[in-house]
């Protein structure tokens, strides 16, 4: 079956660490790419995305990714985290053009001062 | 831009009650609105794709007469938990897509219902 999997389902980390999540997907062919964010009590936003071209994408507020293709990840990167970037982190595939996403179960990240 | 809200935000409502969720797109017309269902400490579930004009296109398991959706307009989706029970009670979020590529998802801020 078709499956996203988000390796941490809960991270607690200092003010300027390195933050690294791991994303990996089951979906065969092209695939979209997101990751989403969720701050404590907001709407989910989009940090970055892929659809094609370079591997490494840049997103909002530091944070980048990076496709790999060979091995089904799109793993998240920030590398040096603030407080602020406590919230709910989201990996999600996109299988198709139409924008249809499949979530993976998410991470909850805990930035301490 | 890409703004998209959800009314209401809260609900309670008595077992067997329906409720209609409202979905808008503030800025932009959306071809095609997501509804999800996230339960606590878990992950989004797609519930349904409706397009504008056409029926919605449920995903496995979830009860197309249950949960009645309608996408009238290019800015309006509504969510309808027909008989609502307890079970029902989660946080309904949608989302919208607008309409052209890259068919990017925006997300509304979520409605909590509480069936009592």
């Known amino acids: 079956a078709q499956s996203v999997s988000q390796h941490n389902h809960h991270v607690i980390l200092s003010e300027a660490a390195s933050l690294e999540l791991g994303c990996n997907y089951s979906y065969g062919g092209t695939v979209n790419l997101f990751w989403y964010v969720q701050y404590p009590g907001q709407h989910l936003q989009l940090l970055l995305k892929y659809f094609s071209g370079d591997p490494l994408v840049k997103g909002i507020k530091g944070f980048e990714a990076e496709f790999i293709k060979s091995k089904f990840s799109f793993n998240l990167r920030k590398p040096s985290v603030q407080w602020s970037d406590t919230a709910e982190y989201f990996c999600a595939v996109g299988p198709d053009s139409w924008g249809k996403l499949q979530f993976g179960a998410g991470t909850q990240v805990v930035v301490t001062p | 831009g890409a703004v998209v809200s959800q009314h209401p935000s809260r609900v309670i409502c008595k077992s067997g009650t329906s409720v209609k969720i409202e979905c808008r797109s503030l800025d932009f017309q959306a071809t095609t609105m997501f509804w999800y269902r996230q339960f606590p400490k878990k992950s989004l579930m797609l519930m349904a794709t409706?397009?504008?004009?056409?029926?919605?296109?449920?995903e496995q398991g979830v009860e197309k007469d249950k949960f009645l959706i309608n996408h009238a307009s290019l800015t309006l989706s509504t969510l309808t938990v027909t008989s609502a029970h307890p079970e029902d009670s989660s946080f309904y979020i949608c989302?919208?897509?607008?309409?052209?590529?890259?068919?990017?998802?925006?997300f509304g801020p979520g409605t909590r219902l509480t069936v009592t």
């Open positions: 409706s397009n504008e004009g056409s029926k919605a296109t449920y």
């Open positions: 989302s919208a897509s607008g309409t052209g590529p890259p068919y990017e998802q925006y």
